[in-house]
């Protein structure tokens, strides 16, 4: 009689673990924000404290993706990231989540601000 019991506890136990652990995994994957500028992207990594400039476009132009987000002074200040003309994807981190997100290209010009979450 206690060995069942304790089985089932044992498998609600789990199921009630691995609920929390995919309501936890969910938001930060579906929360990423993009910003396009042609085939140059900006979007946000590491629950919006991160944020990724991609040059995808070999034309002589570098990007650089900006980040805005609050500082506990009550500032807008913006976390700006460059990238050019290589195979790799440029990134930095904040301590404060970033709000708005965009990329911009040399000479060319940005994308509109694009809300993040
Ligand atoms: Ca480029
Ligand atoms: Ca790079």
């Not at 992207?41 to 404290?49: G, L």
């Not at 904040?94 to 997100?101: D, E, F, G, L, V």
Request: glycine share 6%; with cysteine; aromatic share 12%.
């Amino acid at each position: 009689m206690e060995n069942p019991l304790k089985k089932t506890g044992k498998v609600l136990s789990l199921t009630a673990g691995m609920v929390l652990a995919s309501a936890f995994v969910a938001p930060s994957a579906s929360a990423a924000a993009f910003a396009y500028h042609g085939y140059d992207v900006a979007y946000t990594s590491y629950y919006d404290r991160g944020l990724v400039a991609c040059d995808k476009e070999k034309d002589g132009n570098y990007v650089y993706a900006e980040g805005r987000y609050w500082h506990p002074s009550n500032q807008v200040m913006v976390l700006r990231v460059d990238d050019g003309e290589d195979e790799h994807c440029d990134n930095d981190y904040i301590t404060y989540p970033i709000y708005q997100i965009r990329i911009c290209e040399s000479r060319v010009g940005c994308s509109p601000w694009r809300q993040v979450s």
